[in-house]
């Protein structure tokens, strides 16, 4: 019978998502969990996985078409009744919105859906995400050299079928790689499209098809006075977050010029440590750790105003977000309980989040939250800025570039490396003495690192 996969709820209850691009066509056999299309939402572009074994009959949209959650997406011919289908409680997933669509349609986003015969499937292994995407630092976090490779043909390694998951493997079919010389790299752990995109870029960059990140923007025809670039995806989002922000939470910002030389000095001392190799520490590792120590210390900037409850809600942890500047706009993902990590662990974690944004790939969970975030502006070769505050954070600090300046330093004047801090906050939240005070902290931190061992 035919029956109709209606687009869910892929999180954060979002209302609409833009197709990207479709995967399978009328008239394709397609399988469980096998990825249809992949859409992209306010947030990120997801993988959609099919929910059932059958024929492709229909696409009700096509690419760059925007569907409303809860509108037929794609028709399916398959056998048996689709209303028997039921979720795999075990994954934990977010079933379709539209509560008026039979229990068929509750897939499981992100993770596949419950199979449609009366049996119950093994568990899934999933896959790992980094902690959250990522920075603008991709100057400051420099990237190691990859071993060169051979770019021309390569015989299939043969054996086991390579552990993935249904996406990877059709993402991997249309890169044109195969699995088992991935898993020959990447070990006996699940292959992740991340562990693809990477062998991609390795070993033949130039070959690979290149990975559609965002809608094309239409070329100038020429004498043409001016263009129109549709309003959509990210830049939407963010476009209606920063009016919020900037219409609802009353903005401070001061600023701070910090002699970062020590700080500096440090990295370069730990770059050159044998026993870190393969560690990538840069100003913005510092800086992050500086402020999960001042937020320790000053929790006002680590709360956020609840205008519904009348409360200010302390948060006993740091979900620390760091914005990214990405081809699709501007992305603020998250470092989960960054608190409790070392120097090192930031520094993997910032890392990680790299080659996140630099796919393209940072997930809706990644997004979501925060409870206080970094926007790296010295990248571009910027100084200082009054950042806007992401919706429901009381803080947000802006890093400017570090520059070589003639600085008083014990008493004599010298070239110093110097950087400017920004700190916008919420005045409803945070007073100026809490404001300064946790802004010098951190700068304190930049100037003398050693004194981050009196804060811990």
Known sequence: ??????????????????????????????????????VETAKAIVELPSPYDGVVTTLHA????????????????????????TPDAEDKATAASDASAPAAQANLVGYGAAPTGGSRPA???????????????????????????????????????????????????RLGIDLALVAA????RTITRADVDAYADRVAPAAAPARQTAAPVRAPVDGERESRIPIRGVRKHTA???????????????????????????????????ALAGVRIGPLVVIAKAVCLALGRTPGLNSRWDADAGEIVQHHYVD????????????????????RMSLIGLAEALTALTETARSGRTSPAELAGGTFSITNIGVFGIDAGTPILPPGQSGILAVGAVRPQPWVHKGE?????????????DHRVVDGAEGARFLKDVADILEEPGRAMLMA
């Not at 959250?132 to 299939?156: M, Q, R």
């Not at 620390?320 to 309980?337: K, Q, S, W």
């Open 320 to 339: 620390l977000g760091i914005a990214a500047a990405t081809e699709r706009g501007l992305i603020v993902p998250n470092i989960r309980d960054a608190e």
């Open 123 to 173: 568990r899934r292994a999933r896959r790992t995400v980094g902690a959250t995407a990522s920075i603008v630092d991709t100057a400051v976090l420099e990237a190691a050299p990859h071993d060169v490779l051979p770019t021309g043909p390569i015989e299939t390694v043969q054996g086991e079928r390579p552990r993935s998951t249904p996406p990877v493997r059709a993402y991997a079919k």
């Open 185 to 188: 790299e990447v070990g006996d």
């Open 240 to 274: 209606e977050a920063m009016v919020q922000s900037a219409f609802t939470a009353p903005h401070v910002t001061c600023f701070h010029t910090v002699d970062v030389t020590a700080t500096m000095e440090l990295i370069a001392s730990l770059r050159d440590d044998k």
């Open 413 to 425: 004047l010298a070239i110093r490396r110097v950087m400017t801090l920004s700190l916008s906050f």
């Open 1 to 38: 019978m035919t029956t109709d996969f209606r687009l869910p709820d892929l999180g954060e209850g979002l209302t609409e998502a833009e197709i990207v691009q479709w995967l399978v066509a009328p008239g394709d056999t397609v399988a469980l969990n096998q990825t249809l299309a992949e």
């Open 62 to 85: 096509q690419a760059g078409d925007t569907v409303a959650v809860g509108a037929p997406l794609i028709a399916f011919d398959i056998e048996g009744d689709p209303t028997e289908a």
